[in-house]
């Protein structure tokens, strides 16, 4: 069963990546973030480790949103949806195979994005890559659990976008104040920043929606 | 010809009425019982409807969570109309907490917005049951949109008390209203607050059964409208 879960996030990839539509708009959205608030400072002035952490989750929460309505809307034509609904599995392992396609899509999306962090608002220096790397993968599983189970939800709606975003980012907003500091600790010299706690809250978001989203997802991904 | 001369009044009817009245003597508690606040002057008694205000748009937001979870379990539609009921007095009672904090905050603390997190989760709170109220308007298929409803009214709650957590974590310069060891109510401004509390609390319990038969008659009305 475990495996079915695979089966679909490779699906998914397969169909995101072969036409790439899904993955570059979110990509340059997000780029397109990162440049124009680097231009909220005046020139030879410093962006904070603060204000880009908060840029860089910025960025990442409006993928998060494109992301699981590309992945959502794969099963819009012909009726694909009912197809994966009759699939001899459990509801709860579509909402773990579009979880774990949109990580992957997310992260492909964050490798372009720390770059951009670091040339537009000059954040060149990062203190302990792997606990930085680490710390976003614990807050991307928070982003993609919440995005996974509510992504279904304005599926078939003309203002999926937007329905979306009111939605999901003010549900997001613990775990994104949760990523900013931990961004502004590892940006900055590495203090400042109560880490654990902030590891701790990281932890308990994810923990509660992977588990509401676990018990919910047939709610919302039924079919009416 | 009999004529039924007697006024009867309704639960909901009965609850307003005794809301308006207890509302009414808390103004004599706010006004002339409790004493003026030494710092602040007068402007200290927005407290008095901040704080319920608040405190009752907080129950109203769990209210949606309890029937979402009961609509979830049951499929009752009349526990859907309980959710957004609720959601829409936990909202408007959330602006009200809203607008008369940053009063508050205008004199107390020189701004009208900080970003305290206690400010920022009720703000937060606020745009969540906005976005609540624009999902339920904005799905035309009324069986999917109470289901998704429920579902949010349930994850909406869930967050609360992270956003409580991190209100400890981050900088806050919210006074503290109950402390043990200092800045603490003066026992006077203490029972003002219970009174205040209370009244509203009358009230809020009235709009909620309006509101409610309210959407009742409204689905009523539809369903016979497309029969």
Known sequence: MRIKALDLMAKDLRLVFSDGAGIVQPVLLGLILVFVFSLSTPVGEEVSAQAAAAIFWLATSFAVILVFNTLYSLEGANQARIGLLLAPIPVQYIWIGKALSGLVLLLAAQLFFLPAIVVFLGQDEMHSWPA?????????????????????????HSARDSLLSVVVFPLLVPVLLAGISMGAYFFGDGSGEDLGGWLGLVLAFNALFTGAALLLFPFIYGEY | MNVNNSITLSPAGALA??????????????????????????????????????????????????????????????????????????????????????????VSWNTWWTWDPRLSTALIMWFIYAGYLVLRQSIENRRKMRMVAAVLGVVAFLNVPLVFLSARMWRSIHPAVFAAEEGGL???????????????????AGLLLFRFRQRNMQDRVRDLYIQ
């Open chain 1, 132 to 156: 930085a790397l680490g710390s976003i993968m614990l807050v991307n599983w928070g982003l993609v659990a919440v995005g996974s189970l509510l992504g279904a939800m304005s599926q078939g």
């Open chain 2, 186 to 204: 003066e026992p006077e401004m203490l029972i003002t607050v219970i009174v205040c509390v209370a009244a509203l609390g009358l009230l809020t």
């Open chain 2, 17 to 106: 009425l005794a809301g308006g009245l207890s509302l009414a003597l808390a103004q004599y508690f706010i006004w002339i019982y409790a004493p003026v606040e030494a710092t602040m002057g007068l402007v200290q008694k927005i407290f008095y409807l901040h704080l319920p205000v608040a405190w009752w748009g907080l129950i109203c937001f769990f209210i949606v969570f309890c029937a979402s979870i009961g609509f979830l379990l049951r499929r009752s539609p009349g526990m859907d109309q309980l959710a957004v009921s609720a959601a829409e007095i936990g909202l408007l009672y959330s602006t009200l907490a809203l607008a008369t904090g940053s009063l508050w905050a205008r």
